[in-house]
Protein backbone atom coordinates (compact mmCIF):
# COMPACT_ATOMS: atom_id res chain seq x y z
CA UNK A 1 0.00 0.00 0.00
CA UNK A 2 1.68 3.49 -0.68
CA UNK A 3 -0.40 6.60 -0.03
CA UNK A 4 0.27 8.83 -3.23
CA UNK A 5 -2.57 11.53 -3.29
CA UNK A 6 -1.16 14.52 -1.79
CA UNK A 7 -3.26 15.22 1.99
CA UNK A 8 -4.76 18.97 1.90
CA UNK A 9 -6.41 19.78 5.14
CA UNK A 10 -10.29 20.01 3.72
CA UNK A 11 -11.31 17.31 2.37
CA UNK A 12 -9.11 14.22 3.64
CA UNK A 13 -8.65 12.14 0.96
CA UNK A 14 -7.58 8.76 1.27
CA UNK A 15 -5.51 7.13 -1.55
CA UNK A 16 -4.80 3.03 -2.12
CA UNK A 17 -2.43 1.90 -5.09
CA UNK A 18 -2.66 -1.70 -4.94
CA UNK A 19 0.42 -3.14 -5.85
CA UNK A 20 3.37 -0.68 -4.54
CA UNK A 21 6.47 -2.44 -3.23
CA UNK A 22 5.48 -1.93 0.65
CA UNK A 23 5.52 -5.09 2.37
CA UNK A 24 2.03 -4.39 4.19
CA UNK A 25 -0.77 -6.80 4.15
CA UNK A 26 -2.44 -4.52 1.55
CA UNK A 27 0.55 -5.02 -1.26
CA UNK A 28 -1.23 -6.56 -4.13
CA UNK A 29 -1.88 -7.01 -7.94
CA UNK A 30 -1.57 -3.30 -9.76
CA UNK A 31 -4.77 -1.95 -11.42
CA UNK A 32 -5.44 1.34 -10.66
CA UNK A 33 -5.54 3.96 -7.90
CA UNK A 34 -8.80 4.40 -5.86
CA UNK A 35 -9.01 7.36 -3.61
CA UNK A 36 -12.15 7.76 -1.17
CA UNK A 37 -13.12 10.76 0.41
CA UNK A 38 -13.97 11.37 4.05
CA UNK A 39 -15.61 14.32 4.53
CA UNK A 40 -16.88 16.23 7.71
CA UNK A 41 -14.66 18.94 9.68
CA UNK A 42 -12.26 16.40 11.16
CA UNK A 43 -11.80 14.43 7.90
CA UNK A 44 -14.98 12.24 8.04
CA UNK A 45 -18.42 11.87 9.89
CA UNK A 46 -18.26 9.64 12.63
CA UNK A 47 -21.82 9.25 14.52
CA UNK A 48 -22.37 7.09 17.21
CA UNK A 49 -25.34 4.87 17.37
CA UNK A 50 -27.63 2.60 19.93
CA UNK A 51 -26.41 -0.20 21.33
CA UNK A 52 -28.08 -3.08 19.65
CA UNK A 53 -29.95 -5.82 21.23
CA UNK A 54 -27.86 -8.60 19.89
CA UNK A 55 -30.93 -10.88 19.18
CA UNK A 56 -30.34 -12.73 15.91
CA UNK A 57 -29.31 -16.38 15.13
CA UNK A 58 -26.14 -16.97 13.08
CA UNK A 59 -27.12 -18.24 9.56
CA UNK A 60 -24.53 -20.81 8.63
CA UNK A 61 -26.33 -22.13 6.12
CA UNK A 62 -26.48 -19.13 3.97
CA UNK A 63 -28.90 -19.59 0.48
CA UNK A 64 -29.80 -16.74 -1.98
CA UNK A 65 -32.06 -16.89 -5.30
CA UNK A 66 -31.10 -15.09 -8.06
CA UNK A 67 -32.43 -14.65 -11.73
CA UNK A 68 -30.33 -13.57 -14.93
CA UNK A 69 -30.55 -9.49 -13.91
CA UNK A 70 -28.76 -10.08 -10.74
CA UNK A 71 -26.15 -12.48 -12.24
CA UNK A 72 -25.57 -10.30 -15.05
CA UNK A 73 -25.66 -6.63 -13.27
CA UNK A 74 -21.95 -6.34 -13.70
CA UNK A 75 -22.35 -4.83 -16.80
CA UNK A 76 -24.14 -1.78 -15.21
CA UNK A 77 -22.25 1.28 -14.56
CA UNK A 78 -22.53 2.17 -10.67
CA UNK A 79 -24.09 4.86 -9.16
CA UNK A 80 -21.45 7.14 -7.35
CA UNK A 81 -23.61 7.92 -4.80
CA UNK A 82 -25.13 4.45 -4.13
CA UNK A 83 -21.79 3.11 -3.71
CA UNK A 84 -21.21 5.52 -0.95
CA UNK A 85 -23.52 5.10 0.74
CA UNK A 86 -22.63 0.84 0.32
CA UNK A 87 -19.23 1.58 1.46
CA UNK A 88 -20.35 3.53 4.47
CA UNK A 89 -19.36 1.14 7.73
CA UNK A 90 -20.49 0.43 11.26
CA UNK A 91 -18.22 -0.42 13.36
CA UNK A 92 -19.16 -2.20 16.62
CA UNK A 93 -16.89 -2.36 19.65
CA UNK A 94 -15.78 -5.09 22.45
CA UNK A 95 -18.18 -3.13 24.81
CA UNK A 96 -20.82 -2.82 22.56
CA UNK A 97 -21.09 0.59 21.78
CA UNK A 98 -21.31 1.09 17.85
CA UNK A 99 -20.76 4.16 15.30
CA UNK A 100 -21.23 5.06 12.02
CA UNK A 101 -18.50 6.33 9.57
CA UNK A 102 -19.74 7.88 6.75
CA UNK A 103 -17.57 7.38 3.51
CA UNK A 104 -17.84 9.83 0.05
CA UNK A 105 -15.96 8.32 -3.40
CA UNK A 106 -14.04 10.89 -4.42
CA UNK A 107 -14.43 12.21 -8.30
CA UNK A 108 -11.11 10.04 -9.10
CA UNK A 109 -12.77 6.92 -8.95
CA UNK A 110 -13.76 5.17 -12.26
CA UNK A 111 -15.26 1.70 -12.15
CA UNK A 112 -13.59 -1.16 -13.95
CA UNK A 113 -16.16 -2.18 -16.55
CA UNK A 114 -15.39 -5.73 -16.05
CA UNK A 115 -19.23 -6.66 -16.97
CA UNK A 116 -19.44 -10.16 -18.81
CA UNK A 117 -22.33 -11.94 -20.39
CA UNK A 118 -23.16 -15.12 -18.18
CA UNK A 119 -21.23 -18.43 -19.11
CA UNK A 120 -24.80 -20.44 -17.70
CA UNK A 121 -22.88 -23.11 -17.38
CA UNK A 122 -25.72 -25.97 -15.75
CA UNK A 123 -25.72 -27.52 -12.20
CA UNK A 124 -28.65 -28.73 -10.58
CA UNK A 125 -26.71 -29.87 -7.43
CA UNK A 126 -26.43 -29.03 -3.65
CA UNK A 127 -23.20 -27.72 -2.43
CA UNK A 128 -21.28 -30.37 -2.55
CA UNK A 129 -20.70 -31.27 -6.27
CA UNK A 130 -20.31 -34.96 -7.48
CA UNK A 131 -17.42 -36.62 -5.64
CA UNK A 132 -16.29 -34.82 -2.43
CA UNK A 133 -13.79 -33.32 -3.03
CA UNK A 134 -12.33 -31.71 0.15
CA UNK A 135 -9.52 -33.02 1.88
CA UNK A 136 -8.95 -32.68 6.40
CA UNK A 137 -5.57 -30.92 7.03
CA UNK A 138 -3.89 -32.90 10.07
CA UNK A 139 -0.52 -32.99 11.75
CA UNK A 140 2.56 -30.89 12.80
CA UNK A 141 3.84 -30.64 9.71
CA UNK A 142 0.67 -28.96 7.73
CA UNK A 143 -1.57 -27.36 10.24
CA UNK A 144 1.06 -24.66 11.06
CA UNK A 145 2.42 -24.40 8.10
CA UNK A 146 1.08 -21.16 5.43
CA UNK A 147 -0.96 -21.33 4.11
CA UNK A 148 -3.28 -23.77 6.44
CA UNK A 149 -2.01 -21.52 9.29
CA UNK A 150 -4.14 -18.26 7.92
CA UNK A 151 -7.41 -20.48 8.37
CA UNK A 152 -9.26 -18.91 11.94
CA UNK A 153 -12.07 -20.06 14.04
CA UNK A 154 -14.59 -17.55 14.45
CA UNK A 155 -16.68 -18.67 17.74
CA UNK A 156 -20.25 -18.01 15.92
CA UNK A 157 -19.20 -21.26 13.79
CA UNK A 158 -17.72 -19.25 10.83
CA UNK A 159 -14.52 -19.38 9.20
CA UNK A 160 -12.07 -16.56 9.06
CA UNK A 161 -8.63 -15.21 7.36
CA UNK A 162 -6.00 -13.62 9.11
CA UNK A 163 -4.75 -11.06 6.87
CA UNK A 164 -2.24 -9.46 9.88
CA UNK A 165 -1.21 -10.17 13.65
CA UNK A 166 -4.51 -7.72 14.34
CA UNK A 167 -6.77 -8.43 11.88
CA UNK A 168 -9.25 -11.25 10.58
CA UNK A 169 -11.65 -11.26 7.30
CA UNK A 170 -14.48 -13.21 7.58
CA UNK A 171 -18.12 -12.82 5.97
CA UNK A 172 -20.31 -10.19 7.46
CA UNK A 173 -23.73 -12.45 7.74
CA UNK A 174 -21.38 -14.50 10.53
CA UNK A 175 -21.98 -11.49 12.76
CA UNK A 176 -24.31 -9.70 11.58
CA UNK A 177 -27.82 -11.20 9.78
CA UNK A 178 -28.40 -7.56 7.90
CA UNK A 179 -31.31 -6.40 10.84
CA UNK A 180 -29.47 -7.26 13.98
CA UNK A 181 -26.18 -8.54 15.35
CA UNK A 182 -26.23 -12.59 16.09
CA UNK A 183 -26.11 -13.39 19.39
CA UNK A 184 -22.22 -14.27 19.49
CA UNK A 185 -20.86 -10.73 18.47
CA UNK A 186 -20.96 -9.64 22.20
CA UNK A 187 -18.48 -11.22 23.09
CA UNK A 188 -17.04 -12.35 19.67
CA UNK A 189 -13.74 -14.78 19.76
CA UNK A 190 -11.17 -16.80 17.11
CA UNK A 191 -9.03 -19.75 17.50
CA UNK A 192 -7.06 -21.14 15.66
CA UNK A 193 -6.63 -25.14 15.33
CA UNK A 194 -3.71 -26.71 15.93
CA UNK A 195 -2.33 -30.43 16.59
CA UNK A 196 -2.45 -30.16 20.27
CA UNK A 197 -5.62 -30.42 21.48
CA UNK A 198 -5.01 -26.94 23.19
CA UNK A 199 -7.62 -24.03 21.74
CA UNK A 200 -6.69 -20.65 23.11
CA UNK A 201 -9.31 -18.24 22.29
CA UNK A 202 -8.79 -14.78 21.60
CA UNK A 203 -11.32 -11.84 21.95
CA UNK A 204 -12.07 -9.82 19.45
CA UNK A 205 -11.98 -5.41 19.80
CA UNK A 206 -13.42 -4.01 17.15
CA UNK A 207 -16.00 -5.45 13.98
CA UNK A 208 -16.19 -3.63 11.13
CA UNK A 209 -18.58 -3.89 7.79
CA UNK A 210 -19.88 -2.03 5.00
CA UNK A 211 -23.14 -0.89 5.23
CA UNK A 212 -23.71 -2.25 2.26
CA UNK A 213 -24.80 -5.44 3.67
CA UNK A 214 -27.70 -4.40 5.60
CA UNK A 215 -29.13 -2.14 2.66
CA UNK A 216 -31.51 -3.00 0.12
CA UNK A 217 -32.47 -6.31 -1.42
CA UNK A 218 -30.82 -9.24 -1.28
CA UNK A 219 -28.94 -9.74 -4.65
CA UNK A 220 -27.23 -6.20 -3.58
CA UNK A 221 -26.55 -7.01 -0.40
CA UNK A 222 -24.53 -10.08 -0.83
CA UNK A 223 -22.08 -8.29 -2.67
CA UNK A 224 -20.82 -6.84 0.80
CA UNK A 225 -20.73 -9.52 3.06
CA UNK A 226 -17.51 -8.95 4.12
CA UNK A 227 -16.12 -8.17 7.53
CA UNK A 228 -13.16 -6.93 9.43
CA UNK A 229 -12.09 -8.05 12.76
CA UNK A 230 -9.77 -6.59 15.15
CA UNK A 231 -8.68 -9.04 17.49
CA UNK A 232 -7.44 -7.74 21.13
CA UNK A 233 -3.61 -9.79 20.99
CA UNK A 234 -1.12 -9.99 17.77
CA UNK A 235 -2.02 -13.74 16.41
CA UNK A 236 1.69 -14.64 15.77
CA UNK A 237 1.27 -16.54 12.98
CA UNK A 238 1.88 -15.99 8.87
CA UNK A 239 -1.08 -14.25 7.56
CA UNK A 240 -1.91 -13.72 3.80
CA UNK A 241 -1.71 -10.26 2.12
CA UNK A 242 -4.38 -9.04 0.35
CA UNK A 243 -5.28 -8.41 -3.22
CA UNK A 244 -7.49 -6.93 -6.24
CA UNK A 245 -9.27 -10.03 -7.54
CA UNK A 246 -7.64 -10.77 -10.81
CA UNK A 247 -9.43 -11.93 -13.81
CA UNK A 248 -9.64 -15.23 -14.86
CA UNK A 249 -6.74 -14.90 -17.41
CA UNK A 250 -4.69 -13.41 -14.51
CA UNK A 251 -5.43 -16.40 -12.33
CA UNK A 252 -2.89 -19.39 -12.39
CA UNK A 253 -4.76 -22.25 -13.67
CA UNK A 254 -8.05 -20.00 -12.86
CA UNK A 255 -8.20 -21.64 -9.94
CA UNK A 256 -8.94 -20.59 -6.24
CA UNK A 257 -8.68 -22.17 -2.86
CA UNK A 258 -9.78 -22.29 0.63
CA UNK A 259 -9.81 -24.15 3.78
CA UNK A 260 -12.85 -23.50 6.60
CA UNK A 261 -14.58 -25.28 9.38
CA UNK A 262 -17.17 -27.38 7.60
CA UNK A 263 -19.71 -27.95 10.01
CA UNK A 264 -19.90 -32.36 8.89
CA UNK A 265 -16.51 -32.46 10.07
CA UNK A 266 -16.10 -31.11 13.54
CA UNK A 267 -12.47 -30.43 14.42
CA UNK A 268 -11.11 -30.32 11.49
CA UNK A 269 -9.70 -27.65 9.20
CA UNK A 270 -11.11 -28.59 5.92
CA UNK A 271 -9.05 -27.55 2.41
CA UNK A 272 -10.46 -27.77 -1.17
CA UNK A 273 -10.01 -26.19 -4.57
CA UNK A 274 -11.28 -25.81 -8.00
CA UNK A 275 -11.54 -23.53 -11.09
CA UNK A 276 -13.53 -20.57 -11.09
CA UNK A 277 -16.97 -21.26 -13.25
CA UNK A 278 -17.38 -17.37 -14.15
CA UNK A 279 -17.25 -13.84 -12.50
CA UNK A 280 -19.37 -10.53 -12.37
CA UNK A 281 -17.53 -7.73 -10.99
CA UNK A 282 -18.54 -7.97 -7.53
CA UNK A 283 -18.70 -11.99 -7.31
CA UNK A 284 -17.03 -15.47 -8.11
CA UNK A 285 -19.12 -18.09 -9.14
CA UNK A 286 -17.56 -21.70 -8.34
CA UNK A 287 -18.48 -25.31 -7.57
CA UNK A 288 -16.00 -25.88 -4.66
CA UNK A 289 -17.53 -28.36 -2.27
CA UNK A 290 -18.41 -26.79 0.84
CA UNK A 291 -21.02 -27.03 3.79
CA UNK A 292 -22.14 -24.67 6.64
CA UNK A 293 -19.11 -23.36 9.23
CA UNK A 294 -16.79 -22.62 5.60
CA UNK A 295 -18.59 -18.93 5.41
CA UNK A 296 -16.10 -16.62 5.75
CA UNK A 297 -12.96 -18.16 4.56
CA UNK A 298 -10.68 -16.51 2.36
CA UNK A 299 -10.51 -17.55 -1.42
CA UNK A 300 -6.81 -17.01 -2.11
CA UNK A 301 -4.97 -18.31 -5.56
CA UNK A 302 -1.48 -17.41 -7.26
CA UNK A 303 -1.01 -14.40 -8.65
CA UNK A 304 1.66 -12.32 -9.88
CA UNK A 305 3.54 -10.18 -8.32
CA UNK A 306 4.81 -7.69 -10.22
CA UNK A 307 7.04 -5.94 -7.49
CA UNK A 308 8.28 -9.20 -6.39
CA UNK A 309 8.34 -10.71 -9.79
CA UNK A 310 7.50 -13.91 -8.88
CA UNK A 311 3.58 -15.50 -7.74
CA UNK A 312 2.38 -15.10 -4.66
CA UNK A 313 -0.44 -16.35 -2.57
CA UNK A 314 -3.22 -13.72 -2.02
CA UNK A 315 -6.76 -13.49 -0.68
CA UNK A 316 -8.99 -11.87 -3.19
CA UNK A 317 -12.61 -12.99 -1.66
CA UNK A 318 -14.94 -14.43 0.40
CA UNK A 319 -16.89 -17.28 0.56
CA UNK A 320 -19.79 -16.79 1.97
CA UNK A 321 -23.02 -18.50 0.62
CA UNK A 322 -25.06 -21.32 -2.09
CA UNK A 323 -27.46 -19.57 -4.65
CA UNK A 324 -29.64 -20.75 -6.64
CA UNK A 325 -30.10 -19.12 -9.98
CA UNK A 326 -33.28 -18.81 -12.46
CA UNK A 327 -31.41 -18.63 -15.78
CA UNK A 328 -34.09 -19.01 -19.26
CA UNK A 329 -36.21 -20.71 -16.95
CA UNK A 330 -34.21 -23.45 -16.04
CA UNK A 331 -32.47 -23.78 -12.25
CA UNK A 332 -28.53 -24.60 -11.86
CA UNK A 333 -26.86 -23.13 -8.63
CA UNK A 334 -23.22 -22.03 -7.37
CA UNK A 335 -21.23 -21.71 -4.64
CA UNK A 336 -20.56 -17.43 -4.41
CA UNK A 337 -18.01 -15.80 -2.83
CA UNK A 338 -17.29 -12.00 -3.17
CA UNK A 339 -14.89 -10.75 -5.20
CA UNK A 340 -12.54 -7.65 -3.79
CA UNK A 341 -12.58 -4.82 -6.30
CA UNK A 342 -9.97 -2.02 -5.99
CA UNK A 343 -12.69 0.30 -4.03
CA UNK A 344 -13.12 -2.55 -1.56
CA UNK A 345 -9.63 -3.39 -1.11
CA UNK A 346 -9.41 0.30 -0.58
CA UNK A 347 -12.21 0.19 2.38
CA UNK A 348 -10.40 -2.75 3.83
CA UNK A 349 -6.37 -1.36 3.67
CA UNK A 350 -8.49 2.12 5.38
CA UNK A 351 -9.69 -0.42 8.39
CA UNK A 352 -6.19 -2.12 8.46
CA UNK A 353 -4.19 1.10 8.13
CA UNK A 354 -6.29 4.42 9.26
CA UNK A 355 -6.39 6.56 12.44
CA UNK A 356 -7.39 3.62 14.92
CA UNK A 357 -7.19 6.68 17.35
CA UNK A 358 -10.59 7.57 15.90
Not at 8 to 34: D, E, H
Not at 204 to 214: A, D, N
Given at each position: ??????????????????????????????????????????????????????????????????????????????????????????????????A???????????????????????????????E??R????????L???????????????????????????A?????????????????????????????W???????????????P?????????????????????????????????????????????????????????????????L???????????????????????????????????????????????????????R????K??????????????
Open positions: LSWVCPLPLWPFVLCCRVGSGSPRPCMGQAVQKVCVDLVNHSGWTLNWLSRPPFSAETQLDLTSHCNATCYQKGGQQPDVKLLAKQLTFETLYSDGSRLTTVTVGPSYSALSRGKDAARRRRRRHQIYEDGFNVRGDHFPDYPFSTAVHISTGCTGILVSPHHVLTAHCVHDGKDYVRGARKLEVSFLTPRPLVRVRVRRTRFPKGWIQGQEISMDFDYALLEVSWPLCRPFMRLSVAPSLEELAGKRIHFSGFDSDRPGELVYRFCPVEDESSEIYQHCDARPGASGSGLYGLVWDSALERWERKVFGIFFSHQWLELDGENCDFNMAVFTPLITQICYWLLGNHGN
